[in-house]
């Protein structure tokens, strides 16, 4: 499961939040991680972004699910997608080695996993209101 937590900065920049990984594959991600037994995707959502990136956020809808096989280079991962909002001060946690809020625009490098095409879906759905 992966988030795409949208906030405004301190400073008023509006974005989304994206993790660099502590650990493989590294890179750029979006916050996420995996649900544990008995647990809903949706408290995932919530618990992971916590975990990841100290915000508190509110879940706004689900965006999708994708489950190509080659999107996790580790093993075969579905991850359903919730886009959340969030305000305060994201902090790099848990599996994160830092944490960043980046506009649509400065988002033009390559992410982990397949979350280039997810954010492409997101934007592209968000264009469409």
């Known amino acids: 499961m992966d988030i795409i937590i949208e906030m405004?900065?301190?400073?008023?920049?509006k974005g989304i939040v994206l993790i660099?990984?502590?650990?493989?594959?590294?890179?750029?991600?979006?916050?996420?991680?995996?649900?544990?037994?008995?647990?809903s995707l949706e408290h995932a959502a919530v618990r992971e972004a916590l975990e990841e990136t100290s915000l508190k956020v509110n879940l706004l809808y689900q965006l999708g699910t994708?489950?190509?096989p080659r999107r996790d280079p580790r093993l075969h991962t579905i991850s359903t997608v919730f886009v959340a909002e969030a305000g305060g001060r994201p902090g790099a946690r848990d599996d994160a080695r830092n944490i960043e809020v980046?506009?649509?625009?400065?988002?033009?490098?390559?992410?982990?996993?397949?979350h280039g095409?997810?954010?492409?879906?997101?934007?592209?759905?968000s264009k469409r209101g």
């Open 8 to 13: 405004k900065t301190p400073g008023g920049k």
């Open 20 to 39: 660099e990984r502590k650990n493989p594959p590294f890179g750029w991600a979006l916050p996420g991680g995996f649900v544990d037994y008995g647990e």
């Open 66 to 68: 994708y489950s190509d």
């Open 102 to 114: 980046f506009g649509h625009h400065e988002i033009d490098f390559p992410l982990a996993f397949d």
């Open 117 to 125: 095409k997810i954010l492409a879906d997101y934007f592209e759905r």
